[in-house]
């Protein structure tokens, strides 16, 4: 007997949820804080406004198309055009996570940060997975003028560190995405640690060979 075809969007709707509710049962979201998005072939699906990551209901998660509009599920994130810049800059992006953190949100609160590179090149992992992060001047949650400054940096950057807020990361595919988010999160804990000690960042020649050994969009 036939399996039954499940489609894409099924399927992406499932993987929402499963990996949400892993980042939250690991702490790596808190209450309703948080969004997710992926790409589909005819739009793109998003989790919900005031929705918990860790309770979600793959059938009421938001599908929108490109202009923004509602076509099945529940409201979507009042930050889907955060989302949805990264999608515009980014061509190639299938999935973009935004988490409030602990560590990098802890960062994202630090005076003094270098605006180009807020966090430095502590481990070839965090160079191989996010790269350079910028960290975007502060906005209130919900300001669309933090969709034209997303859209102006996605070009160059997959990932930002959002002043006072936390970050926003975009991946291939879900998976992607997701263990580049874990990975700000984890370099971001390291550099609070090692704040006041002296380190040792890669240089910029093993930056470049990570680059050309592992073939970087970076």
């Given at each position: ?60 998660i ?31 992006a299938?999935?973009?996570?935004h ?19 807020c ?23 919900g ?32 998976e ?43």
């Open positions: 007997m036939n399996a039954p075809i499940i489609s894409e969007e099924t399927r992406e709707r499932d993987k929402i949820a499963r990996l949400s509710r892993s980042l939250y049962e690991r702490g790596l979201t808190a209450g309703s804080s948080g969004n997710i998005s992926a790409r589909l072939a005819d739009g793109w699906l998003l989790t919900p406004t005031n929705s918990c990551l860790g309770e979600l209901d793959p059938a009421r938001s599908k929108l198309d490109w202009q923004g509009n509602l076509l099945a599920g529940d409201p979507p994130s009042k930050e889907a055009f955060l989302h949805r810049s990264l999608y515009e800059a980014r061509p190639r299938g999935a973009v996570v988490l409030h953190s602990t560590h990098a949100a802890a960062v994202s609160c630090l005076a003094g940060l270098d605006p180009a590179n966090i430095p090149p502590l481990t070839p992992y965090f160079v191989m997975k996010i790269g350079r992060l910028p960290l975007v001047p502060y906005h209130r949650p300001d669309k003028a933090l969709g034209d400054v997303i859209r102006n940096l996605a070009g160059k950057h997959a990932a930002a560190l959002l002043a006072n807020h936390g970050p926003v990361v975009s991946g291939p595919d879900l992607g995405a997701i263990y580049a988010a874990e990975e700000l999160e984890e370099t971001a804990k390291i550099f609070l640690m090692l704040r006041g000690a002296p380190v040792n960042c890669l240089t910029a020649e093993q930056i470049g060979e990570l680059k050309a050994v592992f073939k970087l969009d970076i």
